[in-house]
């Protein structure tokens, strides 16, 4: 499938995890993918990967929760391209796990800078380019099961992907009238760099199929590849669990 051809498409937090899997996806289906990450070695090695695939991939380095960095990039995208079509906010921290009433002021006020307000000034700040699109501008974000399903070891973080998903349905209303979608997928427990080893292991202990539990960055880029394509056109405001069985539990 080629559902992304002549697509521009910029996924933030894009070098590991769920970020690289969509980012691929994207580009092995034609999009125009602008990768970014607040490190510079990592974007570099990203590109690197692309290339080795045989895949043109654009990268910078942007750390999103400072305004400077995020207009280099909105200004990047917009003299390289003229617009853009898809929007994937994956990037996210979670620097607090553990009891919460012990979180320092710091880690509080970063976790949401990056987390939900980041998150809200991207779109805004993109907002223009994405009415540029002629081809079902949308935006995606990666909120987390956390967001409504929230855990005592990761309430802060809980909070944060709370408002995301509040911000997505409401918003929805709002970008309707420009004709563009956005969309959130509230992951469980995925592969990633980020997972926690002890409730990852807690958790797929129970099963003798632990598969059944936790996800692959790739199994969410399958999903996240359709609700961006023209086949998710009448799909705008939807918040998308993808947590396996831990639902059903």
């Not at 970014?36 to 991939?57: I, M, P, R």
């Not at 617009?83 to 009891?99: F, K, P, Q, T, W």
């Not at 709002?174 to 958790?203: C, F, H, Y």
């Amino acid at each position: 499938m080629n559902r992304f051809t002549g697509k521009v498409c910029l996924v933030t937090g894009a070098t590991a995890g769920m970020g690289l899997a969509i980012s691929m996806r994207l580009a092995q289906e034609g999009g125009q993918v602008v990768i970014c990450s607040s490190q510079k070695e990592n974007v570099d090695e990203t590109l690197a990967l692309f290339k080795q695939k045989g895949l043109d991939v654009s990268g910078q380095v942007c750390d999103i929760g400072n305004q400077a960095s995020r207009t280099k990039l909105v200004q990047f995208i917009d003299q390289k391209f003229g617009r853009l079509d898809v929007l994937v906010l994956n990037a996210g921290i979670s620097i607090h796990l553990g009891e919460q009433l012990v979180i320092t002021e710091e880690d509080y006020d970063q976790t949401f800078n990056i987390n939900t307000k980041a998150q809200f000034f991207l779109i805004k700040e993109f907002k223009q380019l994405l009415k540029r699109s002629q081809s079902d501008p949308n935006i995606l974000v990666n909120a987390s099961v956390l967001g409504y399903s929230p855990d005592k070891f990761a309430g802060v973080y809980s909070m944060t992907k709370a408002a995301v998903i509040n911000m997505v349905q409401w918003l929805a209303q709002e970008l309707i009238e420009d004709d563009i979608r956005i969309n959130a997928i509230a992951p469980g427990l995925v592969q990633t760099r980020m997972s926690n080893p002890e409730v990852t292991k807690t958790l797929t202990s129970k099963f003798s199929r632990p598969q059944k539990v936790m996800g692959k960055p790739e199994q969410i880029a399958s999903a996240v590849a359709m609700i961006c394509s023209e086949e998710g056109t009448f799909i705008t405001g939807e918040i998308h669990a993808m947590q396996g069985i831990l639902g059903k539990l």
